[in-house]
């Protein structure tokens, strides 16, 4: 669903210049289910291996680092300074994820 909203976005809004709020929070979205979705344990309760992880958390990266991208010029506002640093938390926790399973993207 995010993927598909973030296509709409880009329709609307090509150059990101009035939807960029709207659009880091769908990127972060879609960050934060990709995580979820790489680190599920299998059926049988075993961890994923690491291979089966990584296509996931690489698109998990590009997401936080287009979000983050986005809001480069809504940082003078407070609401865009606020979701920058929500943002930027998230992935430094996400650095600190894939160090933690030996993930190297």
């Known amino acids: 669903m995010c993927k598909e909203l973030l296509g709409i976005t880009k329709i609307l809004d090509p150059g990101n210049a009035r939807l960029s709020l709207y659009s880091s929070v769908l990127q972060h979205e879609l960050h934060s289910a990709l995580v979820m979705k790489a680190i599920l344990k299998k059926d ?3 961890s994923k291996p690491v291979e089966e992880m990584k ?9 936080v680092e287009d979000a983050l991208e986005a809001l480069k010029d809504e940082t003078q506002e407070t609401s865009g300074l606020k979701l ?3 943002i930027k ?6 650095e600190i994820l894939c160090q933690e399973k030996k993930v190297v993207l």
């Open 55 to 63: 296509p996931l958390l690489l698109e998990a990266k590009t997401a």
């Open 89 to 94: 938390e998230t992935k430094t926790c996400f």
């Open 84 to 86: 920058y640093s929500v």
């Open 44 to 46: 049988d309760g075993s």
